[in-house]
């Protein structure tokens, strides 16, 4: 079984790097990490950027609420189970263990 994390972010820079961080040292790896921005206007995109190939960024163009942000996000993993978390969530290593 597989298990894609869609991350839903909004001027969300204050948080997005120890997220993605805690996102990264899970125990088993997701299959994939997604963030859709919901058009901030803070520094959220550059710092998904600075992770490179390991994360996804998904743009949107204007902040369409959290729902449709997560059915995107949703639309565009490939894995058997998707989590949907917020930008300031902090993840244990062994999260995964316990899906």
Request: with cysteine; aromatic share 8%.
């Amino acid at each position: 079984m597989t298990i894609s994390i869609v991350i839903i972010s909004y001027n969300s820079e204050r948080f997005l790097e120890a997220n993605l961080q805690s996102v990264l040292l899970q125990s088993i790896p997701f299959l994939e990490i997604i963030v859709v921005d919901n058009c901030s206007t803070d520094k959220s995109r550059e710092i998904v950027q600075s992770f490179g190939n390991t994360v996804s960024l998904i743009s949107l163009k204007q902040n369409s609420g959290y729902s449709q942000a997560a059915n995107i996000g949703i639309k565009q993993s490939h894995s058997d189970l998707v989590v949907i978390a917020n930008s300031d969530t902090i993840f244990e290593s062994t999260f995964n263990k316990m899906v």
